[in-house]
């Protein structure tokens, strides 16, 4: 049994059982809680006392670190059966939530895991959101998270939410094919989770800096003259809608599911396709406010200008004044 030849920096743990009992088949990603190196993280599971311990980590500038060897079970996911077939990896990262780790650490994990299916002969990584295909490993799943094992949010939401993305990536590297499902488009098309489009770059980056800061995979890209501010790209839609899930338990109730082209995957109202940031604007008569409010007669008798537009609710303004926030499917075009 080998070790990968990715590791820079090697500081054995006495916090271990030799050797393991069972192959290795799963991998468990954790955060450390610490934006610290791989030397600090050695330091950290020296001392017997501490009585912990993972396979590997990886610190905030991206390099590798081997605190137990492959062939040994480290002492990580407060739960033995799974040390036992997993090989555990802890990943610098921010102190509080959502507990972020930057672009190197994010992408020597890949290379880390990638490295670690191939060399096991773990021929594709397989992610659930359901915690007993997880700990039971069923369904062909082979991701396990200590939070399943314990009362901890390791590996934090930031990581959390990105362990479908995780398992595409690697699998795509390792040329492992995406079996079909009832529930997925033709080859080639991605599902995408769309929370708001601005006619402004800044608007739209600032909204991608605080949906990012939630712990989403967030990302801006224009289209005609609207810069998109869309989460994830899934080629089953079920993993696009479990995310849109979480984006509303987050605030986001307007996030929508796109298709590929970036139209939505479920026709909207006419009115509301044409209706962007700039438009001139009519409400339709006894239209509310986007959280049920009422409004004075005289609004529903003149001519807006839409501010913004996030999802369903739109922004209109009357000489450059705010006027309310109502549902984009109550305008029309003016």
């Known amino acids: 049994m080998s070790n990968s030849n990715l590791v820079s920096y090697t500081k054995i743990s006495p916090n ?6 069972h192959a290795i088949d ?14 600090t993280l050695g330091n950290i599971f020296a001392p017997t006392s501490r009585e912990a311990s993972s396979n590997y980590g990886i610190g905030n500038d991206g390099r590798i670190g081997m605190y137990v060897e492959e062939k040994d079970r480290s002492w990580c996911s407060s739960n033995a059966a799974n040390d036992n077939r997993a090989i555990t990896i802890e990943v610098a990262s921010d102190t509080k939530h959502p507990y972020s ?22 021929k594709k990584l397989v992610w659930s959101e359901n915690k007993s295909d997880r700990v039971n490993h069923k369904n062909g799943c082979n991701m396990t998270v200590h939070r399943d094992y314990a009362n901890k949010s390791c590996p934090g939401d930031y990581l959390y939410n990105r362990h479908g993305e995780i398992a595409a990536e690697v ?22 989770v769309q929370i708001g489009a601005f006619s402004k770059k800044a608007n739209a980056a600032a909204l991608e800096k605080k949906v990012k800061a939630a712990g989403f995979d967030t990302f801006v890209t224009k289209e005609g003259t609207l810069y998109k501010v869309q989460v994830g790209a899934f080629s089953v839609k079920a993993n696009a809608e479990a995310i849109q899930k979480k984006l509303s338990a987050a605030g986001y109730s307007d996030a929508f599911i796109t298709a590929s082209s970036g139209t939505a995957a479920k026709p909207s109202a006419p009115a509301a396709a044409k209706i962007t940031e700039g438009s ?20 529903y008798d003149r001519v807006h200008v839409v501010k913004e537009i996030s999802g369903k609710r739109a922004v ?19």
């Open 16 to 21: 271990k059982s030799s050797p393991r009992n």
């Open 26 to 39: 799963t991998i468990t990603i954790h955060c450390v809680v610490g934006q610290c190196s791989v030397e």
């Open 101 to 122: 780790v930057n672009e190197k650490a994010y992408a020597a994990l890949l290379d880390l895991v990638t490295d670690i299916c191939k060399r096991n002969g773990i």
């Open 171 to 192: 699998n795509r590297r390792l040329g492992a094919a995406e079996p079909p499902k009832p529930d997925t488009a033709p080859t080639g098309t991605l599902y995408k």
């Open 280 to 299: 001139r604007v009519r409400l339709k008569q006894g239209a509310p406010t986007y959280t049920g409010g009422s409004l004075a007669s005289y609004v």
């Open 316 to 334: 209109i303004t009357f000489g450059n004044i705010v006027v309310a926030a109502v549902n984009v499917d109550d305008l029309t075009l003016a």
